[in-house]
């Protein structure tokens, strides 16, 4: 699925993804500023910071949706900076949304064998005149979906409009979407917004399955019993800038962080705060 | 250099006919992100009802030029109530659906009112009286301006002129460009967008209806199917000056208007309008959102 | 989170579908009989029926199901029609052999046209499509390299000959367009069960999410544009045979029109939708000819009505076609 693997020397062997000083300017405003940091192969990674802070910006930086003007992304050692969501995804990056975009008036399957889109090999022709092949690759992307769709227990909603799911199926639908072409590297975008704590602990042995199955992880999250529990790394940012990059312990008691959050409007359910009260209390 | 100055002069001619009509367009889309099909349509009808003011006999009392000044009026009463119900009818049920719905409501509106038209008056060509205006023309460096050119050139500048000052410098105008930037802001601050976009739907047919009846008086006939054929011209004026923006609905009707006229002396009228087709993709390709055009951002 | 009240709701009661799978092909037979039960009117408002119901069909792949807003597509019909008629007039080729022409003219020039454009938003791309389709009337009517005709067009093209029969009588045509029909229709079909067809509503329904998902939209969309045209590049021989002649006035800004509103107003990327909103623009006027002039005018008010009051169209797509 993805072309020819270049590697960088020495110790990044490993290096599967490497964001480069990019930064990106919308009208006046600096959205995100000399941002760094490298993913290696089978972590999983936090991308955190208060709201506004600049991640989703850099999510679609890396999926194509928008060109840095400044900075390199380099996949495998590739400089893949600019190019097109539909090449991003060719090299084997999938993504989820914030607002979940799931297709509307299609099925779950429909939906998922969506993500499969890659895979196809039959021609436009083949499609229109209903040939032996084609039907039986339309066989194959029903049956590897409903695998994928079985792992995540969405079997017997497969046939349901997707749209129509209470909120934290559909985050499964979606996830079983780009599950389900096998990328190398998968972001999840608020893969907990809207989740019970019953969910949300649901979620993160889903994302070790997910890792287990080796792919890599990056997400952005708010919820910190996600967080904190499953990445092995951790990247904050704050008005597009990286302010401190560690694993989760050193995060949790890291004085800039602390403040980028203290020095936000108070939210009293902000799980990092009660945190922080924990640690300042204790 | 007459033959430059008589295409200029025809040129601002028109391009004042398809300046005020393209602000009909302009506007409504700048308030409602609508393309409103039937305007051209509503701006012919000026026409015809402005002819049959003239020529209906009711008003024989009258001297000439009352009589243009009552047709005009009348005109632009009647056009700015079928806008009003036009909005009420086959826009405003539409104002939370999905934006096809309104550009199929639009079109029908169009063929509704066309065809309404066509089955009220007739559908031959209907030819305005020749003793209207007086026959006069200037000569101006070797060019000649005829009193109705004056008139329009002059009737168009003064309406663009007014509606450039009170979109700019009064209250509701303000209130108007507000709501064509960001709806519910312009809501949220105090504005009372239903009524906005009820005054859209009053001045664009209203300086429309004058266009219409310009265009009668100009070339002395109306028939039903013009306000297809000006409407689309006047809509492609409103594109390349970008659609959405006043100023360049204005802007855009001069542009076409001297385009038409130039390209008239050079090319045969056959070829035209494909001219003016020609323009306007190779404007949308070059600046895929018109000459002053609006830029859109979109978050994902 | 009131999507956790909502019952899941099913993609389609599987009785009236099959009821209503089979009524098709049941229709369509019974179609067949028509040259034998009806009047000779009738046999030639069946047929151009089955030629528009194609060109409808093929705006529903570009609006329909690719979502994008095509109002100049009667330009792919003309192309068409006027192929087959100065291949065979000027230039003495046999009918039949123009159609597989026309129809690689058509979909190369939808190709060719709508590659620049596709990129434009939805408004400006509606207008770009009105200027083609203005722009190519035009052509034809000034006579274009003097093959064209002017404004009264060509005349006298004939039926194709298949295997010695010449297919000349209304009846000859008739059947032709019908069969063509069900062809079109079957196809149709395959595009809605093919990855082809899954892939153009990923873009109508979100286009972006469809490009993260690997699909290239600008690729497929000019696809879109080139399959349609194709199709109505073939449309456009069947309607140069049956009315034997081809002018300009058949494929204006009007016709196109038509063809936009019979796909939003019988039901976007639903073939029973497009084919009620093609019976009912070209079939149900004939009924009550005296008020014929009053066609345009009734059809105005049923657009404004249908989107006020049933704006999915009146036979709405299936939900969920796997």
Redesign the interface.
């Known amino acids: 699925m993805n072309t020819a693997v270049s590697q960088q020397s020495g110790g990044d062997a490993d290096v599967l993804l490497e964001l480069d000083g990019i930064g990106i300017s919308?009208g006046g405003l600096r959205a995100v500023d000399d941002l760094s940091f490298k993913i290696r192969r089978g972590e999983i990674v936090g991308l955190i910071g208060p709201n506004g802070a600049g991640k989703?910006t850099v999510f679609?930086m890396i999926?194509?949706?928008?060109r840095p003007t400044d900075g390199h992304i380099r996949w495998h050692g590739r400089d893949i900076t600019g190019l097109?969501?539909?090449r991003?995804?060719?090299a084997g990056i999938?993504?989820t949304?914030q607002t979940i975009?799931?297709?509307?008036?299609?099925?779950v399957?429909?939906n998922v064998?969506?993500?499969q889109?890659?895979r196809?090999r039959?021609s436009?022709w083949?499609?229109?005149?209903?040939t032996p092949a084609?039907r039986r690759?339309?066989r194959e992307?029903?049956e590897r979906a409903m695998t994928v769709l079985r792992q995540l227990d969405l079997a017997d909603?497969a046939?349901?409009?997707a749209t129509?799911?209470?909120?934290g199926a559909?985050r499964r639908v979606e996830m079983a979407?780009t599950l389900v072409?096998e990328p190398e590297l998968i972001i999840l975008d608020e893969p907990a917004a809207?989740l019970n704590e019953q969910e949300s602990a649901g979620l993160n042995d889903t994302i070790r399955a997910i890792r287990d199955a080796g792919v890599t992880v990056i997400l952005v999250e708010h919820d910190m019993s996600v967080v904190m529990n499953v990445t092995d790394n951790i990247v904050v940012i704050n008005f597009g800038k990286k302010i401190a990059e560690g694993k989760p312990a050193e995060i949790r008691s890291n004085p800039l962080v602390i403040e980028a959050y203290l020095g936000q409007d108070d939210d009293e359910d902000d799980p990092l705060m009660n945190a922080v009260q924990d640690q300042v209390n204790a | 250099m007459d033959f430059i100055l008589q295409q200029f002069i025809n040129g601002v001619t028109v391009g004042g006919i398809y300046a005020l009509i393209a602000l009909g367009y302009t506007m409504v889309y700048g308030v409602l992100k609508l393309i409103n099909f039937a305007h051209g349509d509503l701006c012919i009808l000026g026409a015809f009802i402005g002819l049959t003011t003239l020529t209906s006999g009711v008003f024989g009392g009258l001297s000439t030029p009352v009589l243009l000044i009552l047709a005009f009026l009348i005109a632009m009463i009647a056009v700015a109530v079928a806008g009003t119900l036009l909005d009420q009818f086959a826009y405003k049920p539409l104002r939370k659906a999905p934006r096809l719905s309104a550009v199929v409501s639009a079109l029908g509106a169009s063929m509704l009112i066309q065809n309404g038209i066509m089955l009220i008056w007739s559908p031959n060509v209907q030819v305005f009286p020749n003793n209207l205006l007086p026959n006069i023309n200037w000569e101006i460096g070797g060019a000649h301006i005829s009193f109705v050119q004056l008139l329009i050139i002059v009737g168009a500048f003064v309406l663009m002129a007014a509606l450039y000052f009170f979109v700019h410098h009064t209250r509701v105008g303000t209130a108007i460009r507000a709501t064509a930037i960001d709806q519910d802001a312009a809501r949220l601050m105090g504005v009372n967008v239903n009524r906005v976009i009820a005054m859209v739907f009053i001045i664009g047919p209203v300086l429309g209806a004058v266009g219409g009846l310009f265009i009668g008086l100009y070339y002395r006939q109306t028939y039903f199917t013009m306000g297809w054929s000006y409407g689309l011209s006047a809509f492609i004026a409103a594109i390349i000056g970008g659609i959405g923006n006043i100023p360049g609905a204005m802007l855009g009707g001069l542009v076409l208007g001297l385009f038409n006229a130039f390209a008239a002396g050079y090319v045969s009228s056959s070829w035209q309008d494909a001219i003016t087709f020609a323009l306007l993709i190779a404007i949308l390709l070059v600046r895929p959102t018109g000459l002053l055009g609006e830029r859109v951002a979109e978050k994902v | 989170m009131d999507k956790h009240m909502n019952q899941a709701s099913p993609a389609t009661p599987s009785g009236t579908a099959r009821a209503l799978r089979l009524a098709g092909p049941a229709l369509w037979i019974l179609g067949l009989l028509i040259p034998q039960l009806l009047s000779p009117a009738w046999i030639t408002i069946g047929g151009i029926f089955a030629i528009y119901a194609i060109v409808a069909l093929s705006q529903d792949i570009v609006l329909g199901r690719a979502g994008m807003y095509d109002m100049g597509h009667a330009v792919f019909f003309g192309i068409g029609a006027y192929t087959c008629a100065i291949l065979s007039l000027s230039f003495n080729w046999p009918v039949l052999w123009t159609i597989p022409v026309a129809i690689v003219l058509a979909a190369a020039l939808g190709a060719i046209l709508s590659a620049p454009i596709v990129k434009l938003r939805g408004d400006y791309l509606l207008v770009v499509t009105i200027g083609f389709n203005a722009i190519f009337v035009l052509a034809m009517q000034n006579n274009l390299f003097g093959l064209t005709g002017g404004a009264d067009g060509l005349f006298g093209v004939s039926g194709p000959t298949f295997f010695g029969h010449m297919f000349g009588t209304q009846s000859d045509l008739f059947y032709l367009n019908w069969v063509v029909l069900a062809v079109v229709l079957w196809l149709m079909g395959n595009l809605d069960r093919s990855s082809l067809g899954r892939t153009f509503r990923y873009i109508k329904h979100d286009e972006l999410a469809a490009t993260t998902l690997g699909v290239n939209a600008r690729n497929y969309k000019v696809a879109a544009f080139a399959l349609a045209a194709g199709f109505a590049g073939l449309a456009g021989t069947l309607f140069a045979m049956q009315l034997s002649a081809v002018s300009p006035g058949s494929f204006r800004f009007t016709d196109s029109v038509v063809l936009f509103a019979i796909v939003l107003v019988g039901g976007q990327a639903s073939v029973p939708g497009v084919l009620l909103g093609t019976a009912m623009m070209f079939v149900v006027p004939q009924i009550f000819t005296e008020f014929a002039q009053y066609r345009y005018l009734a059809f105005g008010v049923a657009m404004i009505l249908v989107m006020i009051l049933r704006p999915q169209g009146i036979w709405p797509a299936r939900k969920g076609v796997i």
């Open positions: 919308f989703t679609n999926t194509g949706v928008y097109a969501p539909h991003i995804a060719e999938r993504r949304f975009r799931l297709f509307q008036d299609m099925t399957l429909e064998i969506a993500g889109h890659l196809m039959q436009w083949q499609g229109l005149l209903n084609q690759e339309e992307l029903v909603v046939q349901e409009i129509s799911l209470p909120y559909q979407r072409a809207g």
